[in-house]
């Protein structure tokens, strides 16, 4: 037994000062532990190194019960500091007994004391739930041992997984995220970091994970696909953008093009991704707002063929926005196979045998046929669609019904008092209908009949349009370059696209990749990638929960952990305050998502004494 000296320091500009321990030595298994037995305060008395000496033996003479040791010359200070200390320990530990085995002696299974009711108290209360659970899954990844093989030191991995569960768990600003880790969650607590986290902080390990991109874009996959054995053969290509809210005026990113959320009077940032069957992104891209779709499918095929080499032959599937000639063209070179929605409509097509089949979403119909149009090396698949028909019809029902309206408009000003009879201006009002719904107005045919100037009547009709019609019918057509496919195959193939809209749908809803409020073109691109690296560990969870059978979107698994809460409660006994951190005790479904992913639903709880003097 002997009293440890530790140096302590707040900060690095901060005073250093001194505590002490009470440590006991032991053998174990053949092997020296030291264990704390009591914590001594930091006295200036014990700084004496002959003090500290007599301040020990007289513990141990009363704590060993052996009066004979108690040194008989010690001063009075140094008694009476001793016999303080003895004070705490029987506190701590209870009065010795006679025929007890070890000292300080082996705690009980039941630890009783008389608390007073009125006095408890619960303090600190933090959400914990999604938080552990985001822990002990990133623990999963080995995300950490990649970072510090890449350089990062110890505070700098821990700060970088927090901001990535951060970013999963609040998908906030980095200033509200620094605000939420100081007052609202156990997250920083969960990774064993004590010290608080400014958004500035957050800003630096967003910069440095995004320096390292492409090692961790690699490891981070390569980890998963062997964690979950998963066949890698498939590869699914989509583009996206999120829009910004101020100007970017010398950005070299920001532009202005085609916004997918309608906001074409905001400059944007397109980002691409490569995603395997099961929603894993496997590499990324940030380019110019303006960059066309097309454009882009020679940087993902380099990319495939840098990182994963030709040991499998893989299919790339996709969305027609991309799948031009020329790009089918590259694809065939490179020598992997495709699966695509057309650009192209055929007006003929031979009819050849048709199989029906449900869909997994909501039970409807699909027509699926496969032959070999003339003028074409690959293979088509005709498709009709129940879902698609219904969406069709609805969308051309209102376009069409917008603007048959505002013609009925027009007509009835020819019958009223004031309104436009003009022939000229009738047609003037015309032009202007038909350019408010040109997406329906080229539908129509319409006519003004006139009288020595002034406009009688209009009417109008719908041109006919097998083009149009059939693709308000649901049908359109999937290219492959497969040779011989069989309908189901390539139906269950191209469906996997729907892990590219699901992957992109959680970037922009649930982790708010959009809108962009950072003005630095770099912290752009840090902010992007660091929400593609929480998507990864979303989409791990999510995947761990879907082969349990269990279906949750992440908003929703955040709603059921968040139940899940971590305090301290206050205990105050007759002899001391105990005060104990523990998380609550999960309910069943927060269970079932720790048991699905096998984490552990809770963490050892931590006690405290505040002794009384």
């Keep these: 037994m002997f009293i440890r000296e530790v140096k302590k320091q707040r900060s690095k500009d901060s005073k250093t000062f001194y505590q002490y321990n009470l440590v006991q030595t032991s053998r174990i298994d053949g092997k020296v532990k030291q264990n704390v037995i009591l914590y001594l305060g930091s006295d200036p008395l014990l700084a004496d190194k002959d003090n500290r000496k007599m ?52 705690p009980k299974k039941a630890d ?7 006095g408890l108290q619960v303090a600190d209360v933090k959400t914990f739930g999604g938080e552990h659970l985001c822990r002990q899954v990133l623990d999963k990844l080995k995300l950490r041992e990649c970072l510090l093989n890449l350089g990062f030191e110890d ?64 490891f981070l996959y390569n980890r998963i696909t062997n964690l979950f054995d998963i066949e890698d053969k498939l590869v699914i290509f989509d583009i996206s953008n999120t829009y910004f809210e101020t100007g970017k005026k010398n950005s070299k990113l920001a532009f202005h093009g085609k916004s997918k959320e309608k906001r074409s009077d905001c400059p944007l940032v397109v980002f691409t991704g490569v995603i395997n069957a099961q929603g894993f992104i496997r590499h990324s891209r940030i380019y110019e707002g303006n960059k066309p779709d097309t454009n882009t499918l020679s940087d993902m095929v380099a990319d495939l063929e840098k990182y994963s080499g030709k040991a499998k032959k893989k299919t790339i599937v ?66 009709q669609s129940d879902a698609k028909r219904k969406k069709e019809e609805s969308m051309a029902g209102k376009l069409a019904g917008h603007f048959e309206e505002e013609l009925g408009g027009i007509k009835a000003a020819l019958n009223k008092k004031g309104g436009t009879k003009k022939f000229e201006k009738v047609w003037e ?26 406009a009688t009547d209009i009417k109008w009709k719908r041109k006919p349009d097998p083009v149009r019609e059939e693709k308000e019918k649901g049908v359109y057509f999937i290219r492959t370059s497969y040779t011989d496919p069989g309908e189901t195959e390539l139906w269950d193939i191209y469906n996997t696209i729907r892990e590219v809209e699901s992957t992109f749908r959680c970037l922009k ?21 660091l929400t593609i690296l929480a998507y990864q560990l979303v989409n791990t969870i999510r995947y761990m929960l879907r082969e349990k059978g269990i279906r949750h979107d992440w908003k929703n698994i955040l709603r059921i952990m968040s139940t899940q809460t971590i305090q301290t409660i206050e205990l105050p006994t007759d002899k001391k305050d105990i005060h ?11 269970q079932q998502i720790y048991q699905a992913t096998g984490c552990k639903d809770t963490e050892k709880a931590v006690r405290k004494y505040v002794v009384y003097h």
């Design 509 to 529: 809803s649930d982790l708010s990749i959009r809108p962009v409020f950072h003005q630095k073109d770099e912290r752009v691109e840090a902010h992007i990638y």
């Design 55 to 106: 301040v020990l033996d007289m513990l141990k003479s009363k704590i060993f019960m052996q009066p004979d040791i108690f040194p008989s010359d010690v001063p009075e200070h140094l008694r009476a500091l001793a016999m303080s200390l003895y004070e705490k320990y029987l506190i701590k530990y209870g009065e010795p007994e006679p025929d007890q085995v070890s000292i300080p002696p082996a």
């Design 112 to 118: 009783m004391h008389q608390v007073d009711v009125k």
């Design 155 to 218: 505070k700098q991995a821990d700060k970088a997984l927090i901001a990535i569960a951060s970013r999963a768990v609040f998908s906030s600003s980095e200033f509200k995220t620094a605000q939420l880790l100081d007052m609202n969650s156990e997250l920083a607590g969960c990774f064993g970091y004590r010290s608080s986290i400014t958004h500035k902080q957050l800003y630096a390990v967003s910069d440095k994970l995004y320096t390292h991109k492409k090692q961790i874009d690699s």
């Design 580 to 590: 104990i951190r523990k998380p609550s005790k999960p309910i069943k479904e927060v």
């Design 318 to 383: 996709m969305d027609a926005g991309i799948a031009t000639e020329d790009n089918l063209t590259l694809i065939r070179e490179k020598g992997y196979d495709y699966v695509c929605v057309s650009r192209k409509r055929l007006r003929d097509y031979p009819a050849t045998t048709t199989v029906s089949q449900f869909t997994d979403r909501d039970k409807n119909k699909v027509k699926l046929s496969i032959f070999n149009p003339e003028g074409y090396s690959d293979t088509w698949m005709y498709v």
């Design 429 to 454: 009002r015309i032009g202007r209908a038909k350019q408010k719904h040109k997406r329906a107005s080229g539908k129509y045919l319409v006519t003004v009949d006139q009288s020595g100037g002034t």
